[in-house]
């Protein structure tokens, strides 16, 4: 099969021929129709996840139909169309046993614990437990556009943030994440600040729902100018970039007793950013962390899609071929475009 592969951290990466996988025990080999192109890819290209080994193949926000079924697979069979979490619980251990199954103890990720989803094929294991069927009505461009960016946000939004109508959110970071939690807040009757330092993807959140959006490039003061449109500060606020800058400005532009949630990466080297904890606890805010979605969760996000209150292929900015997608990989830590890119030709 053809793949998108690197084999040292940030040089180039290459389509090369590489053997087809097998169906692990428990798993199925799926036939790629799409795969998203994620931040999160670019942070393992970069060298910032530990449980990548080299040589590799990055991608995790795959749709496709099942092209071979391993032993012990019970619900699925070739030729069903489906997408997947990108972070797969085993289904055995105390974290699965409570439905947590996106913070698995034995978890495995498509793209960081094994190669994943820039190829024609990918082997995923856990199938029963993690194998979400796509409805009728679902191309795999809009599954794709899922992927991990809008799952991570309706759980941020809905489980983490617990946002319902009324409420203010504030959103950092205006990438996939970040436009998709707007999307999500809006569906939900929130009035929601996105802020990024890219006009266009400013003017992208304000189409899908945002009520005010601010360029951080041309502000000084960031959690102020939250706290004046919502006079006293967001109820809720998320750093859907993940960088000190935005995670420290999301804290502070909260109100009393508001809450902050990080779904954006760190960089490895910044993993231990300082945080304004006299402001925490002065004004008694709470900080939670959200990472990924549960795959029995999706017919509560299928529904929302089904009766038209969200809209997630609009988040889809264009299509392109695997050597392009290896190109926009490699090109996202310069945040020159909005919306998401899924490849589609492989």
């Known amino acids: 099969m053809k793949a998108a592969t690197y084999k040292q951290f940030q040089q180039p990466i290459t389509i090369e021929t590489v053997p087809d996988p097998s169906p692990p025990a ?45 032993t012990d697979v019970r619900r699925w069979k070739i030729g ?31 793209g960081f614990t094994a190669w994943g989803a820039f190829a024609e094929f990918v082997a995923l294991p856990y199938a029963d437990t993690n194998l979400v069927r796509l409805p009728e009505t679902m191309g795999f461009v809009e599954a794709a556009g899922l992927g991990c960016r809008f799952i991570t946000a309706f759980r941020a939004v809905v489980a983490q943030g617990r946002v319902s109508g009324g409420t203010w959110l504030a959103v ?52 102020a100018a939250v706290r004046d449109l919502t006079r006293g500060g967001a109820h809720v606020s998320l750093d859907a970039l993940g960088s000190p800058v935005t995670a420290r400005n999301s804290i502070l532009g909260l109100r009393k007793q508001g809450r902050h949630v990080q ?75 909005s919306g998401v890119a899924v490849i589609t030709k492989f």
């Open 172 to 223: 950092h970071g205006c990438g996939g994440v970040g436009l998709s939690a707007i999307m999500i807040a809006d569906a939900l009757g929130a009035q929601v600040i996105g802020v990024d330092i890219n006009p266009d993807a400013l003017a992208l959140a304000r189409k899908i729902g945002a009520t005010h959006t601010l360029n951080a490039a041309e502000l000084d003061d960031i959690p």
């Open 26 to 70: 428990g798993g199925v080999v799926v036939r790629v129709e799409a795969n998203g192109i994620c931040r999160s890819d670019w942070y393992g290209w970069m060298g910032h996840d530990p449980d990548i080994a080299l040589p590799h193949v990055p991608g995790h926000e795959l749709a496709g139909v099942i092209e071979a079924v391993g």
């Open 263 to 337: 779904v954006g990466l760190l960089p490895a080297d910044k993993d231990n950013t300082p945080l304004p904890m006299s402001a925490v606890v002065g004004r008694e805010l709470e900080i939670v962390g959200s990472h990924g979605m549960q795959a029995h969760v999706y017919p509560q996000l299928w529904e929302m899609i089904s009766a038209g209150r969200l809209q997630p292929q609009k988040l889809v900015s264009r299509t392109v071929d695997l050597v392009e997608g290896a190109k926009i990989l490699q090109a996202m830590g310069k945040f020159q475009h």
């Open 80 to 110: 069903d169309r489906i997408t997947v979490p990108f972070a797969m619980g085993c289904g055995h251990c105390e974290q699965c046993q409570a439905g947590n199954h996106h913070i698995c103890d034995n978890h495995f990720q498509p």
